[in-house]
């Protein structure tokens, strides 16, 4: 059975909740992905997610200024995470049950990020 950790993607892109929302759309575009992880701020924090979405319907909607919202104005937290050994089923089960599209795969430490498309591309 496959799991988790067989399909995820291992380099996350992170970011501060005190980042600007501008910020986040360059790291975005540089980095060519459609969501950030967004790093606890403390050993006692949880993670967080920005996604285009968020930024899409929170930020540029509303007609704000990315340059003035910060990503943890805007962010998911805590956010879904996955545990590394999490069968793939279970996993797809859960973005179902949830409406997500993807989540940081966690146990201890950041390990990696799942999606949809990980689940599609690689598990099918």
């Not at 980042?19 to 360059?26: C, D, F, L, N, S």
């Not at 910060?70 to 962010?75: A, F, K, L, T």
């Not at 179902?96 to 990020?113: D, F, M, R, S, T």
Request: aromatic share 4%; hydrophobic share 50%; with cysteine.
């Amino acid at each position: 059975m496959l799991k988790a950790k067989d399909i995820m993607t291992p380099e996350v892109v992170t970011i501060r909740e005190s980042a600007w929302v501008a910020e986040a759309i360059e790291l975005m575009k540089r980095k060519k992905v459609h969501a950030l992880v967004v790093l606890p701020q403390d050993e006692d924090d949880a993670y967080g997610i920005v996604s285009e979405a968020d930024i899409a319907y929170k930020v540029i909607g509303p007609a704000k200024d990315p340059k003035a919202v910060n990503v943890g104005d805007i962010m998911t937290k805590p956010c879904v995470v996955i545990n590394p050994d999490l069968g793939v089923e279970y996993v797809a089960r859960l973005f179902a049950n949830l409406h997500i599209h993807k989540a940081p795969v966690i146990q201890e430490k950041l390990l990696g990020i799942v999606s949809v498309s990980d689940i599609l591309r690689r598990a099918m």
